[in-house]
Every structure is written in C-alpha cells, then in structure tokens.
C-alpha cells in the first residue's frame, strides 16, 4: 500500500502565518483562520435555510471552508493588496493556486482524489452556491481579526475593518445583514459582557 502525504501536508496549515504585512498583537495562522471560516460558512448557511427559505447543506459549506485556504501551504499568505494589485498578478495567482490544488490532491491514494478535487477545486452546482457562503465567511473571519487587533490597542487595522466592513456589504447577502445584526456585536465584547 502506498503511503499518502495529504494529511501531513495539512496539518502544516499551522505554520502559515496571515496578516503577514501587517504588525499583528497576536498572529494568526491558516489553520486558527480555516475553522473560524468553517463555523462562520455553517451559520450563514443555516441563515439562508432558517430566514430565507433555502434549502442548502449548511455541513457541505463548512467542509468546503475547512479546505478553502488548503492551496496556501503551498503558496504561503499572498497578502491581499498583493494578490489583487492588478488583473495580471490576481490571474497568474489563480493559475498558482491551481497548480498548489493539483500537487495537493496528487498526494492523495486514487480513490480519494475524485472526492477532494470537488471540495478544494469548487466546479459543481450547489457547492458554486456555497462558495458565496464561503467567501462571505472568510470576510466576516477578517473583520473579526481587525475587531481583535483593534479591541487590543492595534490600529493598523482600522483600514483594514473599514475595507472589510465595505466589501461584505457589496456582497448583497441578507444572510450577512443578519450575522452582523445578530452575531458580530459579541466579538466587540469581553468575556464578562458576553452572559
């Protein structure tokens, strides 16, 4: 039997520090960021299904979430105002993350491959539907980081929550509207508070 090193090679999402450009009072590495995405994907979804009427698999979005960053053990965190700097460098990037998928799943005994290309290469239909739920979650999962930072004494983050902030609004989603009317109060709130 040959030996697989898929889930070696995941567990090192531990070592990829995020927020590289940025002076941190905590850091934040890809491991911490992929479970936070996770939970935050499940309850957008469960809002969608709850107060919107969807019928989405709320356990799909979050496992997708867990793998969403995979490719980034590989390519390290390209800090955002890198990647998107111009459409040539967010293209060429996209390739990257493409071929870091690619060598990821080639790690993979053959039966298991089929399955992890649709979870960490996203192609098909409902899981197109959920990767919204995704990316919305890992834009909540930033602002938290700035309200962190921020709560902590650091405003080198107050750009960052303001860019934050700006572009979960320009997502449309009344699922977010509700996670920040219902659930982002708390994380301005210390433990004490929260009872």
């Known amino acids: 039997m ?13 070592y990829i520090n995020r927020w590289g450009l940025m002076n941190n009072t905590k ?62 460098i967010k293209q060429a990037y996209k390739k990257i993350e493409d071929q870091a998928a690619d060598k990821l799943i080639s790690m993979l005994p053959d039966d298991f491959k089929e399955d992890f290309e649709a979870i960490i290469k996203i192609s098909s239909g409902e899981d197109e539907k959920l990767k919204k739920f995704v990316k919305a979650a890992d834009k909540f999962s930033a602002l938290i980081k700035c309200i962190d930072e921020i709560r902590m004494g650091n405003d080198e983050f107050g750009k960052a929550k303001e860019s934050t902030e700006a572009a979960i609004h320009a997502m449309n ?9 219902e659930f ?12």
């Open 2 to 14: 040959k030996q697989s090193h898929f889930y070696a090679m995941l567990s090192r999402m531990k």
């Open 27 to 88: 850091n934040e590495n890809l491991s911490e960021h992929s479970l936070e995405v996770a939970m935050l994907a499940h309850c957008l979804v469960l809002i969608s299904n709850k107060r919107f009427g969807s019928n989405l698999n709320a356990e799909r979005a979050a496992l997708l979430a867990l793998f969403h960053d995979s490719t980034e053990i590989i390519t390290g965190d390209l800090p955002t105002p890198v990647k998107y700097f111009n459409p040539e």
């Open 173 to 181: 989603m009344p699922e977010c509207e509700v996670f920040e009317h």
């Open 184 to 195: 982002l109060p708390s994380f301005y709130l210390s433990l004490d508070e929260q009872d």
